[in-house]
């Protein structure tokens, strides 16, 4: 297994780099783990086991943290930090962190005390609610004697939503000694099973008040949390052996700690070996790390009809999945790595999920009816069928969903919810109403919409003519007329013209809003160059560029807002209405640094400069989200990392772009059968 992300002394032994630096796990049922290098609380998302419980998406912290403690002959050695209210750091254990590193996915730990060295590891089952944590130390341990090397491992458990915090004053959890494990029983909860090795356990019931959480109190939200000791587990350690235990909420899990580590080192491995006879055989480290990385993005989730479908969570640890989003990362996530039938299967998964023409924007933690506030996630919906077909070449499936994707597109003609509906006098979509965020551009505090974009937004029509030629394409491929679709593509080609602004100012990012024209220089217009069908001429095409790229373009991707503008905010930081209102006004997002790779070779056939643009995004991998892509970034540099510290489209939409830009490089365009096997090898 290659290692391309590692920290030594001088990352690991400076708290402000190491509580930077996050690790995140999941296991494609909605759960996950994360945490900090230091092993300090930053965010209210940070534990060993957050799961849902009664919904796919009700997830709740179960697990905070196990904190480790190595001892021998009355020496002691904290492995753990904490931070406390008044940021009091006690104790210190990231002094004695020699070495972090990512294994594939998989975090590991290396401290060093005096002569001891201790390995730590970190693993999540897939399909399971199931953490792992190993132990194994080297140097001096001798086994059992009068002088044993211990490790007590303390167990900080919870029971609250994931997006909340715990009261002291709230209910303490029953700790049942069974046979083979330990049952922690919360009231109206469900119950955590904790498995081990040969270890004694000690029951506790003893709250550990005022864990700060620095990343929570810089978004300016509640910073103070408390979790509660279930219980120490006490090992003797013996060189070399492995110790350690799971936390699970499957009661009849076989435990198996070395096996259930190699298992999950075998299938990274096996994801990668499948990639290696397209074209990311030749693909660097952060690449491969980064298809790592897309794994933690999928999801098995309940669906209206009670069958079992396929998601994309849109970024980690506070989202879920959104409909929009999962249509972006589609491609990225799921094709680059030969993941087929995965992708049929999310696609065919939303298929049942249009209403009115429209794809959800959001499916709800609590499994309510899902939001269908967004104009742009079922035009996206056309564009992951194209990728898809263009590799698969599935006509079975493109037979089942095409009375599907025609529904929707008449529901665009005669007018859906929102005010979303084609204007007959120029075949343009417009849509939006006062009070509603409709596109990507979507935040809103509390009545006040940030970017309401009412009008004919300009990156919707260009999803609109795409989508058009996408569905001539269809209906061809079937054996259908495809006149109709041809000719009203036709007209929106020709209406689309109005958003050319003269003397080299691009694209107007909205038409006929209810004050005029919108001028604004934001990235929005990429995506008419970039999408497979473009409704402009080449020379147009590379004035969108060129503009991009002198007031946008940044190392990690495309600001929201040109700083010329007066609404332009340098920064993403404050509280949440500052937040959502530097959200679309500056900020970058990495998403789209993707479509302007693409858009850049297409007007200037240089793949290989156009992928340069993406490498600058290597170094990021080291930073924040471990191994992954944040979701954003401030406008002014250094472009600190902000928002979720890892985020489905960012990383998709790189992915994508990398491995599109490598074929044309090298002319390699892989065939049906080419690709079914590598789905084969996955």
Not at 227 to 245: I, K, M, P, R
């Amino acid at each position: 297994m290659f290692r391309s992300i590692q920290f030594g002394r001088e990352i690991c032994g400076d708290l402000t780099q190491a509580e930077q630096r996050e690790w995140w796990l999941s296991n494609g049922k909605g759960g996950y783990a994360g945490g900090t290098i230091a092993g300090s609380l930053t965010r209210r998302y940070h534990g060993l086991l957050i799961a849902p419980l009664f919904g796919d998406m009700d997830r709740h912290m179960l697990v905070a943290k196990a904190d480790a403690t190595l001892k021998v002959a009355g020496h002691e050695w904290p492995l753990f930090t904490n931070r406390w209210y008044g940021d009091v750091i006690e104790p210190s254990g990231y002094h004695f962190l020699e070495q972090f590193r990512l294994e594939g996915r998989m975090p590991v730990w290396r401290f060093a005390c005096a002569e001891y060295r201790l390995e730590m590891r970190i693993w999540m089952m897939p399909g399971e609610h199931t953490t792992y944590v190993a132990y194994r130390c080297t140097g001096g341990v001798a086994g059992p004697g009068p002088d044993p090397v211990t490790l007590s491992v303390n167990l900080l458990a919870n029971n609250r939503d994931h997006h909340g915090s715990m009261a002291v004053r709230g209910s303490t959890a029953s700790v049942l000694l069974m046979d083979d494990k330990v049952c922690i029983d919360w009231p109206k909860g469900r119950c955590l099973y904790l498995h081990t090795t040969q270890a004694e356990f000690e029951p506790r019931q003893q709250w550990y008040e005022g864990f700060q959480l620095l990343r929570e109190q810089e978004r300016g939200l509640a910073a103070i949390d408390n979790n509660l000791s279930v219980g120490h587990l006490t090992y003797t350690l013996e060189n070399g052996q492995w110790v350690g235990f799971a936390v699970t909420m499957n009661e009849r899990l076989r435990f198996d700690l070395t096996g259930a580590m190699d298992e999950f080192l075998e299938a990274d491995r096996a994801l990668i070996s499948a990639t290696e006879n397209g074209p990311l055989k030749r693909a660097p480290h952060w690449i491969r790390q980064m298809l790592l990385a897309a794994e933690s993005f999928h999801i098995q989730r309940t669906l209206p009809s009670g069958e079992e479908g396929a998601s994309i969570i849109a970024g980690y640890p506070w989202f879920g999945d959104w409909g929009r989003d999962t249509m972006i990362s589609l491609a990225g996530l799921t094709l680059v790595s030969g993941r087929l039938e995965r992708a049929r299967s999310i696609l065919m998964s939303y298929a049942q999920l249009v209403d009115k023409g429209q794809l959800p924007n959001r499916l709800t933690d609590w499994g309510e009816t899902a939001e269908f506030n967004c104009v742009d996630a079922g035009l996206w919906y056309f564009e992951a069928w194209r990728a898809y077909l263009e590799v698969s070449n599935d006509h079975d499936s493109l037979k089942q969903v095409f009375p599907v994707l025609q529904s929707m597109l008449k529901w665009h003609f005669k007018g859906s919810r929102y005010g979303i509906s084609m204007d007959s006098e120029d075949s343009l979509l417009r849509a939006g109403q006062p009070g509603v965020q409709l596109t990507w551009m979507d935040a809103k505090v509390g009545e006040w919409v940030v970017t309401p974009r009412i009008g004919k937004p300009v990156e919707v029509n260009a999803l609109w003519y795409n989508a058009l030629r996408i569905m001539a394409d269809f209906a061809e491929r079937l054996g259908n007329s495809s006149t109709d679709y041809h000719r009203l593509a036709d007209a929106v080609k020709s209406s689309f013209q109005r958003f050319h602004q003269a003397n080299g100012h691009g694209l107007f990012d909205v038409v006929e809003t209810p004050h005029g024209d919108d001028p604004s220089i934001r990235p929005n217009q990429i995506l008419a160059v970039s999408l497979c069908h473009s409704p402009l001429e080449t020379h147009i095409q590379r004035e969108i560029v060129d503009l991009c790229a002198r007031e946008l373009l940044t190392s990690y991707g495309l600001r929201s807002l040109s700083p010329r503008d007066k609404a332009y905010c340098a920064h993403y930081r404050g509280g949440v209405a500052d937040r959502d209102g530097a959200y679309h006004q500056g900020t970058v997002w990495a998403w789209l640094l993707g479509h302007y790779a693409w858009a850049e070779y297409r007007v200037t056939g240089d793949a290989a400069a156009a992928q340069t643009r993406l490498a600058t995004l290597e170094d990021h991998l080291h930073n924040a989200g471990l191994g992954s892509i944040s979701e954003i970034f401030d406008g002014n540099p250094p472009h600190h990392p902000r928002g979720a510290p890892a985020q489905a489209w960012s990383v998709a939409s790189i992915l994508e772009a990398w491995w599109r830009l490598e074929q044309v490089k090298h002319h390699t365009r892989l065939t049906r059968n080419e690709w079914s096997a590598t789905q084969r090898r996955t």
